[in-house]
C-alpha cells in the first residue's frame, strides 16, 4: 500500500491543532496563532512521516557507522529517535526480518512533528 505522507501528516496536524485548541477552551481565542503553532510541534505525532525505502536507507547508514551525513537539525533528531525505534523493536523482536521492524517501526508514534514552527504554520494556514 502506498501512502502518501505529506497529505497523512497535514491530516494529523489538523487533528493535533483541534486538539490544542480543545484543551485551551475558553482561552483559545485569546491565544496567539504563534502559540498555538508552538504547542501543535511539540505534541507526539502518530507515526514517523518517512518512506519505508528512506528509512532502510538511513537505519542502513547509521548501522554500518556512516551516520546521517547531510542531515541536520529536526531531521537529524527524528532519524535518530526513528533509530532508537528501530533497535528497541529488533531487540524485543529478534526474528523478525529488517524490513518487517522498519515497517513497524515508522508506524510507532513519534514525540513531535519534526517539522520547523514556520512550516508547521504554513501547513495549517492552507489548510
Known sequence: MVLDLPIERNKD???VQ???LGRLGAN???TSR???IKLVCIEPAPRFYVSRDEASRVISKI???LGIKRKEGLRAEMYCELFSVYSRIKAQNPKLERMQI???AVMEPASNFF??????QYL???A
Open 13 to 15: 496536524l489538523l487533528l
Open 18 to 20: 483541534k486538539s490544542v
Open 28 to 30: 483559545a481565542p485569546f
Open 34 to 36: 504563534k502559540r498555538i
Open 63 to 65: 548501522e554500518n557507522g
Open 102 to 104: 522498519i515497517d513497524i
Open 115 to 120: 517539522l520547523k514552527e514556520a512550516y508547521v
Open 124 to 126: 495549517l494556514n492552507r
